[in-house]
């Protein structure tokens, strides 16, 4: 109805908004990144103050009712169907967010903040002291407050949809849940069958002293060959690693190094190289908005995982770089055979702990939070009873169950800080990486082969064009069908699975 | 008028809108640290966006009308005369700078930042070809707007008034000016003489190898016993050195070392240190809102050139840090006495770039700075006849002048960036610190002594409660009243270079 020149008005209208948001977001990223890097330590209140005011500002912008008036006028629609243009995504885009943004009343937002800030302190303390009481009260109280949210949002069939939806956009409960039944029982059987093999693999040649020094050069020289831009980022060391976007060309990633188990840094690197390559590779076309962000957490986590795992615990990987790891490290590995590392590296054990979870039990892990946080949000299972639900699912699941609290349901940091629908990307992610790794190879052939030739490049290409330069500009499954021809599903990486590990753990 | 709860809910509203934005300065002051030390060469497209939009809300928040209204409902006024408590001070300072945003038209601001910008790169280039016609049209525009942007602003006896209060509040071009019509001569003469004392000082021995690992572990060393507290700041590298404040509790500082010349990174650092404990010094009334910043510009460099020249150039401690400084370089120093390097630090010659000038000439730089700005905003010079004024000035304040427009008129970035009335915050700052050395020594007894004792503790002890915790609340002028009992005045800085000098080049 309004003319074509005021049309246009109105969505570059609607872009500046987003411009701001993006600057904003850039701009608390750096604040982020500082706290976990260089930030003296008395500078933590006044970073929260900084941090806390700035997201209060993007938060206004999206939430503004004068940018939901534009996006009416600007014909921005919720629909699910892939868009035709890069206009319609950004404006299904920022309608999804606007929506989410202005439904949720400022009240609510902060009592979350302030109730997750004190759940914190509260996780530490009963973390150290392996005592799940210490944090019941403060979880009951974010478990009720995050209904309150699920329910101000809008939800049809569970409330945990609507959680869900803040890291997987498009995606519901019962999709997730879908591949989750498929995946289950065929991981939990697999770990069986490896821990039945008789077929013992020894990875102690990962325990021995790696001077931090070698590590991080050998890190670097791995970064550079993949094909991470070092005038376009940064590698630094960080308590927990992460990757962070301050700008279109300033992705900058942290990672640890344990100089008594190589692992922690090679894989920890590798992995946030995966998601740092995705924000590095936006297309020309959606760089200064927020388009330029993943697909979703699933999709990339698909890239950290794809990197990790798919190329950097592969045998050809290592093929390639198994040389120069030797010259870092001659006393430890001079003498050691690359299959021999190869399998070391992908020793397969039921454990407690997610984070130190091989790739065949970790999907389990996750299934066993989705499960649990899925039951306390829809009402099914109290929080007092949470520690034996725990306990009993680590069981059917994983075959072992946790001798305390902090071994079990207080290990990880997620629920203190109020995020639920967060744990099931991680196990998306290992879904979507097997899924793009087929249509890669499909297109470009046979990944042993590039990898053994280290021929990154190639591969990195591939991504780029089918997958990074897309942004956000699809929802998760329809990127999903526009590179696989096919949605999500659980075969793929199920078929990789028992490919790897059947000679590793010679299963028959 | 109004009631006691309806007034102290106007300032608490004051307070909100100062808190904001303190907290954007502080998130800009991070981008900005950044860009000079970590940040990848690609970022600085995005991150000068990022800079721009911090910069715009702070502006947005400081000009805002309903500010306006709440400093007039506050009862807030510019008066002159040290201010009854510290409410009335927030309100002074906050109505100066609102009225100083809100008087300048956005446009004009924009069109100074986008001239400024160009301005920049032609200043660039030009020095590189020594031409100063490749920067003529530039400054030209420069001028004109800033001659704009006083008029906006309002002046009585000059427009250099409205230019130099941004950066030294409540002082006048005719205070400066006088006082430096007391300095001028006698720096002219001091230097005049030194320079006919047939006494040479050598400093070959600071132009030796000097590893930048051992000069840093010195620094650092330094920066500790001086009461730098190294969990509210940290140290690091940049082009240029600079201080910059990114919370209450966490001010940074930067250095350059050069491998060939051990002055550049000792005194460096040791400036900065001054100005950063300056910051961290603000008193615990005043730490969270804009009263929480140096009073001025020449109050923040009194503190840096207090702690670079009449501690860090100063024989006293030297005795204390020379045989550390000699563990750091055996080699260079070990042969070399306290008393020769004292001398080699004190080096006085007339040369043509300020930022290498010693403390007898660098006044003379800064004046001459003074005199020709001064005149350009005035009228009285124009853009084209400034290159052969600056020679003429030079000639006569330093007894040499340049051989081309590089080492002459382009030397200096600041005009390009459109600041004028900057430069004779340096020189100010030179006899601040005197005035206030002269009330430290009354009050605790000869600095010499401290000095070689290390007993630095009381020294920054009697700046903290004499300077640092006062912040903003007082004007320079009235600061110095405060601290001394006298209005600023050269004397007590001509006395000290006498009283220096004078052994050092057996002057009669």
């Known amino acids: 109805m309004a003319s074509g020149g005021s049309e246009k008005s109105v969505l570059s209208r609607v872009r500046e908004y987003d411009q701001r948001m993006v600057l904003l977001r850039h701009s608390a990223a750096l604040l982020h990144w500082d706290q976990e890097t260089y930030m003296p330590a008395a500078g933590e209140e006044g970073r929260s103050e900084q941090i806390a005011l700035l997201e209060s500002l993007a938060h206004e912008e999206l939430s503004s009712p004068v940018l939901g008036e534009l996006l009416q006028e600007a ?24 929506k989410r943004a202005a439904l949720v009343p400022t009240r609510l937002i902060e009592e979350l903040a302030r109730t997750a800030g004190a759940a914190q302190s509260a996780w530490r303390r009963a973390r150290e002291q392996a005592h799940f009481g210490a944090f019941l009260p403060s979880l009951e109280r974010l478990i009720s407050l995050r209904r309150e949210y699920a329910d101000a949002i809008g939800w049809e069939a569970s409330p945990y949809d609507a959680l869900l939806d ?18 289950q029982p065929r991981l939990t059987d ?256 046979s990944l042993d082969i590039l990898l053994e030739q280290g021929n990154f490049a190639v591969i990195l290409d591939w991504l780029q064009r089918n997958i990074h330069t897309k942004g956000r500009s699809l929802s998760p499954q329809e990127l999903c069908v526009q590179v696989t021809g096919q949605h999500l599903r659980a075969d793929a990486f199920l078929s990789y699975l028992e490919t790897k590990y059947t000679p590793i753990y010679e299963l028959s």
Request: contains cysteine; glycine residues 10%.
């Open 166 to 183: 803040e890291y997987e956009p498009f995606t519901s409960t019962a999709e997730v849940q879908g591949v989750f039944a498929e995946l």
């Open 190 to 445: 697999l770990t069986r069958r490896i821990g039945e093999s008789g077929s013992a693999v020894d990875d102690d040649i990962l325990h021995r002293d790696y001077p931090v020094e070698a590590q991080e050069r050998f890190g670097r020289q791995v970064l550079k060959e993949v094909g991470f831009e070092f005038d376009r980022g940064r590698l630094d060391i960080s308590t927990h690693p992460f990757s962070t976007a301050l700008g279109a060309d300033d992705v900058r990633i942290t990672t640890r190094y344990n100089p008594r188990f190589l692992p922690s840094g090679i894989f920890g690197t590798v992995h946030e190289a995966g998601h740092a390559l995705y924000e590095l590779g936006f297309g020309a076309s959606i760089r200064a908005g927020s388009l330029a962000e993943g697909a979703s957490l699933g999709i990339h986590e698909s890239q950290s995982r794809f990197w990790e795992n798919m190329v950097g615990r592969s045998l050809a990987f290592w093929k390639y770089f198994y040389p120069e790891l030797q010259r870092c490290f001659p006393a430890q590995l001079g003498d050691f055979s690359v299959e021999k590392f190869y399998r070391a590296v992908n020793v397969v054990r039921p454990s407690l702990i997610r984070v130190e979870a091989d790739e065949v039990t970790y999907g389990l892990h996750v299934i066993l939070r989705f499960e649990l946080e899925k039951a306390l949000i829809e009402g099914d299972l109290t929080v007092a009873d949470l520690p034996d639900a725990w306990s009993a699912t680590s069981q059917r699941l994983l075959g072992i169950k946790p001798s305390n609290d902090a071994e079990g349901v207080l290990q990880d940091i997620h629920w203190s800080t109020g995020a639920f629908g967060y744990f099931p990307t991680y196990a998306l992610g290992n879904l979507y990486s097997a899924c793009f790794a087929e249509a890669l190879q499909r297109d470009i052939g």
């Open 75 to 98: 014909g921005a629609s919720n629909h699910v169907g892939i868009p035709g243009d890069l206009n319609e995504s950004l404006l299904r885009e920022l309608l999804r967010a606007h």
